[in-house]
């Protein structure tokens, strides 16, 4: 069983930070991605940043220089600094897991947590 549960969205002005925490309740043999990625109105999910296992981070273009992500055991977090008004969007934190061997590997969600930057 999975559940991935995000905190710390919220309101912020250009230019501000936050922190985006995910805590993972993740029973898997192997978890090989953790992330989280972003949904705006009216565009599809992207991509914001995720790590492996080992921890190889990835970043869009879109942050890099500016977001954070680190990961200990099931747990997430993504550091915002510098944001943006179109950085505004739904986060979601993501994992993909093994769940038992010889099973294949599956991709889990969390509800989303909203993002507002906005003077």
């Known amino acids: 069983q999975v559940q991935l549960v995000e905190s710390g969205g919220g309101l912020v002005q250009p230019g501000g930070s936050l922190t985006l925490s995910c805590a993972g309740s993740?029973?898997?043999?192997?978890?090989?991605?953790m992330g989280w990625y972003r949904q705006a109105p009216g565009k599809q999910r992207e991509l914001v940043a995720t790590?492996?296992?080992?921890?190889m981070p990835t970043y869009a273009d879109s942050v890099k220089g500016r977001f954070t992500i680190s990961r200990e055991n099931a747990n997430v977090e993504l550091q915002m600094n510098s944001l943006k008004p179109e950085d505004t969007a739904v986060y979601y934190c993501?994992?993909?897991?093994?769940?038992?061997?010889?099973?294949?590997?599956?991709?889990?969600w969390g509800q989303g947590t909203q993002v507002t930057v906005s003077s």
């Open positions: 993501y994992a993909r897991i093994l769940p038992t061997w010889g099973q294949s590997a599956q991709d889990y």
């Open positions: 993740i029973s898997a043999v192997v978890i090989y991605i």
């Open positions: 790590v492996t296992n080992p921890a």
